[in-house]
């Protein structure tokens, strides 16, 4: 059931691109439609799995029997979690992205195939397809910047196409060589990533090969110091790119460093426990920091990400269960506030205002204007800094709770990043919104702004809804995440495998 | 010797013999006068019937002989790598169909199909005499084939660059070929192994080894053999180019890894880190690590579509070559697999790129500029292609590099020791993304200038190309298809 949510959408594209060149109407609904049945499936299908902490395989055939990598799509509680953010963000994103009058089916296709490939990585359970899903991802994302974004796009664009290439080679350097050690020692070859999971590497060989994977995935996923794609791609794409970027895109990376790196080396992942979450904690406070002195107000959101990013791996660095269920909730959390925050600084203000300099936002009393894009970044705003209430409090509350156990010091860091969340979301809130500095006589804009459309009204309250709904009841996901983290699979790196 | 078992072995090599002389005659006798478009069209329905002879000939001896002692082996691979030229044959014929480039067909068609017959009894010979007689054929028709163009200076500089360092290392593979007479008293690859069998490592081998390689080097177009590459691409008419980067790549490689495990058993050292042995392993993989960084560095800076593909030819010769130093049954098979579909991709590359040239008149990037609009059928082709070029999954190129990199590291399974290699190559791959997204930047994302008008892509030449690409693609996604026949 499950993996039709990848085949919808890549029927979609394929409808897409048989579709007439103007019709920009007919793209939409028909992308729209694509991206809402991808929901549904995801929705049934999480529902219909009864017990969420088994892998349970949704098909499984030969695909190349010499390397022994499968056609192998299954799901466990975390993947479940993750396709349904994916889901959801699918459909926000096309609601904000209704009023792409250039090339408009073009624009659809690329989104519907990299939705297609992210939902392919969070359903493969074959290390080699996940690989391919991964990759399949880097094209669509370059497009979509290089052709509908904005500011320095190409050069963004590419950043982020390059990025994402040698941080999935990285990964395929160690995939490689992960399948030959396993091979040797168990005598048939194998991808699967059950199979792969249960071999012991040697510990020498898990020494290096993990910060290898686990920075190549990392990568994507805004690991300190390789963040610097981050802000750059997610200030030159178009709304809907910046809220896949951070919603979904960043999660791809963090779900490889979870699932392949962490699970097939355990005990790589303990040797450098320290270090990665040394980095988290860096990137943390470094992005905070970061953002509370931009002058632009989507590169303030494109360093929250990095920041917020900085929690999913601190809470994977902790490798006790309670960090671990906060690292997943909180890419589920990230993933829906941070489309939230990006839908309203690139769709709501950008497409209107045209700039996003505060220092013209200020004079623009746009809290007035647009009451609705204010108060939405409100809400949004506080869901990030992580008010009870909303999904990013239960996620980072957890977190910090794992990571307490393990390094304390370290955790007390990350309070400060906390803090200065806090800071660069009011500023931005104050400066973009509700700022009291005078207006000039003559105000820039002669013609009223647009009104926000009934999409991205659509669009804002159900992304707020989840994030509340999360937030108020948090067993609804944790059901989903706790039972997997006490599965087999995970049984080595919680418990300790050799070391 | 029994004449009609040989000539049942070598009738797909005669049936296209005869069809060269056909397409010759035809040319010469009927279509005197007619339009080039003409001559053409009807030249290559004749050379590809021939093709299909050959085909169904080299279907009907399935099986496995070797009447003449080396000279001519017949079994399933041989038989299907000839298959596999045919095709590519076929293609870089229904890629040149279209073609303004030349007004004597008959020659041009001709010469394709000898190259071809050469390039078939390469991969049959396991015999010294033999390879070097093929290699010949084959070498003299693709030095012609480059300087086709007449209309253009640089299409004789380039065939004349071309012919006169193929000499030189022609030269260089007669002279190690004789060392290795003079060692074992034969010229059967068997025989010299046997005959080597113990020796060591003697001067005269290594000497023997070394102008071996340099004479190989220079057919794949491995760093340090490699100054002909981007001349002869950039100035041969397009599917001459193809060609030479294509079928002549499979024969070549085939040939390669035959001569130095086969002849050379015994003799390999060791590449591995730290281990290092002296032998023909180590060379190669000091020709295959300058080939992959030289190649894809220098290809960053090109501007013209078809340098840049030459030098993605020399890094792609680097991967290529790790398949052969491995020396595994895995890594053969891996080998074979690679330049086959590299083969087939890079033939569709070129054949956009002829489309390309004669719409717009050149072939620098910035004639690429809005290629989606203009053709969109044509600029997916292209993507296809560059984004296997590039490996990325799921296209044949990436499922390629994955085998021949497993085989390499699988190689040396307890220590990793080839390990270095593979990062190497698979980091430098990385770099190559760069390049291939450079060209597909102009034809995706940047627009063609004002008023420019819809390609018109000629029928047959789009139907070669959306062929080669749902086979790029179907490889990619099934390799199994290919891979029973390696």
Same mark, same amino acid.
């Given at each position: 059931? %499950? ?13 897409? &691109? ?11 609904? $028909?992308?729209? %439609? ?43 509680? !975390? ?25 408009? *089916?073009?624009?659809?296709?690329? /989104? ?21 899903? /991964? ?23 590419? *950043? ?12 395929? $350097? @160690? ?12 005598? =048939? ?118 920041? =917020? &990013? ?25 993933? !829906? !506030? ?73 955790? &007390? ?17 104050? *400066? ?10 003559? +105000? ?25 709904? $999360? ?29 | ?118 390039? &078939? ?70 025989? $010299? ?46 599917? +001459? ?6 079928? +002549? ?61 030459? /030098? ?25 697999? /690679? ?12 054949? #956009? ?37 590039? @490996? ?24 990793? @020791? ?12 990385? #770099? ?55």
């Amino acid at each position: 059931m %499950l993996a039709w949510t990848i085949y919808i959408s890549f029927i979609g594209v394929l409808v897409l &691109m048989l579709l007439p060149r103007e019709a920009a109407r007919a793209a939409r609904i $028909i992308a729209l %439609l694509t991206a809402i049945a991808g929901c549904a499936v995801a929705f049934v299908g999480a529902m219909q799995q009864a017990n969420p902490g088994e892998v349970i395989t949704i098909v499984k055939v030969p695909w190349i029997p010499s390397l022994g990598a499968n056609y192998f799509l299954a799901a466990d509680g !975390i993947s479940l979690v993750l396709v349904v953010l994916t889901g959801l963000a699918a459909i926000a994103g096309i609601l904000f992205s209704w009023n792409i009058e250039k090339r408009t *089916k073009e624009f659809f296709a690329y /989104y519907l195939a990299l939705i297609g490939g992210v939902y392919g990585v969070f359903l493969s359970f074959d290390v080699l397809l996940l690989f391919v899903f /991964y990759e399949l991802t880097i094209i669509p994302k370059y497009f979509l910047i290089a052709r509908w974004g904005s500011t320095r796009k190409e050069y963004g664009a590419m *950043k982020l196409a390059l990025y994402s290439f040698v941080g999935s080679h990285l990964v395929l $350097i @160690g995939l490689i060589a992960a399948w030959v050690v396993a091979r040797a020692q168990t005598g =048939h070859a194998t991808l699967d990533l059950m199979e792969l999971s249960k071999v012991s590497f040697p510990l020498g060989f898990q020494h290096w090969v993990f910060p290898l994977v686990f920075v190549g995935f990392g990568i994507l996923a805004g690991l300190w110091p390789f963040h610097t794609w981050a802000p750059t791609g997610h200030v030159a794409a178009p709304t809907a790119g910046s809220m896949l970027l951070a919603g979904v895109v960043m999660k791809l990376g963090a779900y490889g460093c979870l699932r392949v790196a962490m699970v097939l080396f355990p005990d790589g992942a303990r040797m450098w426990q320290g270090e990665i979450a040394a980095l988290a904690v860096i990137g943390i406070i470094y992005g905070a920091g970061v953002a509370l002195v931009q002058k632009d107000f989507k590169f303030v959101i494109g360093y929250s990400s990095v920041s =917020h &990013m900085g929690f999913v791996l601190l809470g994977l660095a902790t490798l006790n269960t309670i960090g671990l269920s906060g690292a997943v909730l909180q890419m589920f959390s990230h993933g !829906i !506030i941070a489309g939230l925050l990006f839908a309203v600084v690139g769709r709501m203000v950008y497409d209107r205002t045209h700039t996003r300099d505060f220092n013209d936002l200020q004079t623009m009393q746009l809290g007035k204007l647009l009451p609705f894009a204010g108060v939405t970044f409100v809400l949004a705003g506080v869901a990030s800094m992580g008010l009870p209430g909303f999904s990013g409090f239960v996620a980072e509350l957890q977190v910090l709770m794992g990571a307490w156990k393990v390094f304390p010091k370290t955790t &007390m860091l990350a309070g400060v990043g906390i803090v200065a969340g806090v800071a660069y979301t009011l500023r931005a809130v104050q *400066k973009a919104f509700y700022s009291d500095a005078v207006v000039p006589e003559k +105000s820039g804009h002669d013609h009223p702004l647009e009104p926000i459309s009934m999409p991205e009204r659509i669009g804002a309250v159900m992304l707020i809804t989840a994030s509340l709904v $999360i937030g108020l009841f948090p067993g609804l996901l944790l059901n989903w995440i706790q039972p997997c983290l006490n599965s087999p699979l995970f049984e080595r790196l919680l418990k300790g495998g050799l070391l | 010797m029994n004449y009609l078992e040989v000539l049942r072995a070598a009738a797909p090599e005669t049936a296209l013999a005869i069809t060269v002389l056909m397409v010759l005659s035809v040319d010469l006798i009927a279509l005197r006068g007619e339009s080039i478009a003409r001559r053409f069209g009807i030249g290559a329905l004749v050379s590809i019937i021939g093709c299909l002879m050959a085909v169904m000939f080299t279907f009907t001896h399935y099986g496995q002989t070797d009447p003449l002692h080396g000279l001519l082996v017949v079994d399933p691979l041989t038989n299907f790598l000839k298959l596999v030229l045919l095709a590519l044959t076929v293609f870089t014929v229904l890629i040149s169909a279209s073609g303004k480039f030349t007004e004597h067909v008959g020659e041009y068609l001709a010469l394709v199909l000898l190259a071809t017959i050469g390039l &078939m009894f390469l991969v049959s010979a396991e015999d010294l005499l033999m390879i070097f007689i093929s290699l010949e054929l084959a070498s003299l028709s693709l030095y012609i084939l480059t300087a086709f163009n007449k209309h253009n200076a640089r299409s004789s500089e380039a065939a004349l660059k071309y012919f006169l360092f193929g000499g030189m290392s022609a030269a260089f593979l007669l002279f190690g070929f004789s060392l290795l007479y003079g060692l074992s008293g034969s010229t059967h690859l068997p025989e $010299i192994a046997a005959a080597l069998k113990g020796r060591g490592l003697d001067p005269l081998l290594l000497v023997a080894i070394v102008t071996t390689v340099i004479g190989f080097g220079f057919k794949v177009a491995a760093v340090p053999f490699h100054l002909w590459a981007p001349d002869a691409y950039e100035g041969a008419p397009t599917p +001459s180019a193809a060609f030479i980067a294509s079928g +002549s790549k499979v024969a070549s490689f085939y040939i390669l890894a035959k001569i130095m495990t086969m002849g050379f058993a015994g003799a390999e050292g060791s590449a591995v880190w730290h281990g290092y042995v002296s032998g023909w392993t180590p060379l190669i993989a000091v020709v295959a690590a300058l080939s992959m960084v030289l190649g894809n560095l220098t290809a960053i800076v090109q501007s013209s579509v078809k340098r840049l593909l030459a /030098y993605s030819a020399i890094a792609h010769a680097g991967y290529m070559l790790l398949g052969v130093l491995a020396n595994t049954p895995s890594s053969r098979t891996a080998l074979l697999f /690679y330049v086959i579909t590299y083969a087939l991709t890079v033939l569709g590359a070129f054949g #956009v790129v002829t489309v390309v040239e004669e719409a717009t008149g050149g072939d620098a990037l910035a004639n690429f500029a809005g290629l989606s609009r203009r053709a969109p059928g044509l600029s997916l082709c292209l993507l296809v292609f560059l984004l296997s070029l590039a @490996g990325i999954p799921p296209l044949a190129g990436f499922i390629g590099k994955f085998f021949v990199f497993s085989a390499v590291v699988g190689a040396d399974a307890d220590q990793l @020791g080839l390990l270095w290699l593979v990062i190497l190559a698979i980091l430098m791959s990385a #770099v190559s993304f760069y390049y291939y997204l450079r060209v597909l930047k102009q034809a995706y994302v940047l627009d063609a200038a004002e008023n420019a008008p819809a390609i018109k892509v000629p029928a047959v030449t789009m139907f070669a190309l959306v062929l080669l690409a749902v086979l790029v693609i179907l490889l990619g996604c099934a390799p199994g298809l290919l891979l029973r026949h390696l």
